[in-house]
């Protein structure tokens, strides 16, 4: 461009833009730019007019209570156990922090374990791999957000008056209140889609419930519904609850490709849900909020046999919702990602061990280096457990095995015998202990992937004179 004909030179700096009005034939500047927008309405009345959790009426009676037998029940239907309550639930009301484990996971992968996983337990949490956290939860707290937005529509630049449709909470996590609250604040905008099957009948089952939640998700948003409502409780002897990371995937997805998913906000209330990896994963494929009624019946339950000590039940659920958003912040600064809405449907996982077809229908564009699970092994382990629940001999939770080593419960490649005999192999140098050591260790059952490796040893030795002397290594 020949110099004489330059007005002006510059560069945009960070958060700078520049305009071209066509019809009056101007170039704005940033500062023009801005002026003419924020001059076009009162946006800080519009702001102080957003509707917030604290704006809606209280709905009596919302707390989710069930007798000790009903809730046995339906926690062995959700895969839970009691070691889930003691080590992953009470930390959360007691400290108002999620638990902390060390000494990593020596459990095996969910697609070669034996005993049956949630769904949450195929998915592995990316993060970014730099030397220092690229947000810091703690210290940078300020400039992370779980806010969540409904009235997906409404457009803060559009100056017709739309407020009314937008309500805005601190976080994605609700309480049972909560849930009934939204509820009745929608009103007729909302769709409550059952998320359970029929009990009877074979594998087909489940893809099936699948297909009829996303036609009705479907039709609900044709017909104007703003508010997709997911729920399992209608569990029952029929009826199997379905995980209630399928339900969401499923109806994010199926609207995506509809190109109807801006148009309403997928809550779901789910039974499996209980530490903040599965508020991760149901976020992370697409729910807006999320209710964990079971993990707030089983307070309930603990809170009322004063196993919280003086705690009432107001500050327990406070103190488990603080837990979760906290583990939330906590999970989302390892992808350096500061909002939630940017975490929402963002897939930021790796599946372990589901079949690629599951994947590719439900999770779209997520990493699936290793295939397995598909609709009939997640049915089969599903009917599983909820054959299990309503046994009539069911009157307790089982003890677990997953954190801890437990006779019954899941594999540990370091058992405590394991480690004894590794240690006494060294206290005494006894060769026979640590053949011992190394015999149990190659009888364990698969536990990692290279365990399903085996050496592919040449037929004939390597001949003596290609073999490096050791006075030369």
């Known amino acids: 461009v020949p110099e004489s004909t330059i007005i002006a030179k510059g560069r945009l700096g960070p958060g700078e833009m520049i305009a071209v009005d066509l019809d009056e034939g101007k170039l704005l500047q ?44 339906r926690q062995v239907a959700a895969g839970q156990t009691l070691e889930d309550m003691e080590l992953i639930l009470s ?12 000494m990593g996971d020596d459990t095996p992968l969910a697609v070669i374990s034996d005993k049956p996983r949630l769904i949450s337990q195929f998915f592995r949490q990316n993060f970014s791999q730099v030397t220092n956290p690229p947000i810091d939860p703690l210290r940078e707290r300020h400039v992370m957000s779980l806010r969540t937005r409904f009235g997906n529509l409404a457009n803060i630049l559009d100056v017709r008056d ?47 419930a699948i297909q009829r939640i996303r036609n009705e998700a479907e039709q609900a948003v044709r017909q104007g519904k703003s508010e997709i409502f997911l729920t399992d409780e209608a569990i029952s002897e029929d009826r199997v609850g379905i995980a209630g990371v399928l339900a969401v995937a499923a109806v994010h997805t199926h609207l995506v490709r509809r ?24 976020i992370g494929v697409g729910a807006t909020t999320v209710n964990a009624y079971l993990a707030e019946a089983a307070i309930v339950d603990r809170q009322s046999r004063g196993l919280f000590g003086d705690l009432d039940l107001a500050e327990c659920l406070r103190r488990h919702r603080t837990a979760v ?32 077809s599951l994947v590719n229908d439900l ?14 092994s997640l049915h089969i382990n599903a009917v599983e457990r909820h054959a299990a629940a309503f046994d009539a001999g069911v009157v307790t939770l089982p003890i677990g095995g997953f954190y801890r080593q437990r006779h019954t419960g899941e594999t540990h490649a370091y058992s405590a ?30 536990v990692y992937l290279r365990d399903l490796l085996q050496f592919n040893f040449p037929a004939e030795g390597v001949p003596v004179d290609q073999v490096e002397a050791i006075t030369e290594i």
């Open 363 to 376: 999770f779209p564009g997520m990493p699936a280096k290793i295939s397995g699970e598909g609709y009939a």
């Open 259 to 282: 190109g109807l998913r801006s148009y309403a906000s997928i809550n779901v209330r789910t039974a499996e849900c209980l530490d903040t990896h599965y508020y991760a994963v149901l």
């Open 162 to 208: 739309q407020r009314e449709r937008v309500l805005v909470l601190d976080s994605p996590v609700l309480t049972g209140e909560h849930w009934s609250r939204l509820k009745a604040h929608f009103g007729s905008a909302v769709a409550e889609i059952d998320c359970t099957f029929d009990a009877g009948g074979g594998p087909e089952k489940l893809r099936a």
């Open 417 to 446: 015998q394991l480690m004894h005999l590794l240690q006494t192999a060294v206290a005494t140098d006894s060769y026979t202990s640590y053949l011992q050591f190394s015999r149990g260790v190659a009888d364990l059952p698969p």
């Open 91 to 102: 930390p959360m009301v007691e400290m108002a922090k999620e638990a902390i484990g060390s």
């Open 30 to 73: 940033d500062r023009a730019v801005k002026d003419r927008i924020a001059g076009e309405a009162d946006y800080a009345a519009m702001i102080g007019e957003f509707h917030t959790l604290a704006d809606l009426p209280v709905v009596e009676e919302s707390v989710v209570r069930y007798d000790r037998a009903e809730l046995a029940r």
């Open 325 to 356: 958003e906290e583990g939330l912040l906590k999970i989302m600064s390892k992808m350096g990602i500061a909002v939630i809405s940017s975490y929402r449907g963002g897939y930021n996982f790796e599946a372990v061990g589901l079949s690629r």
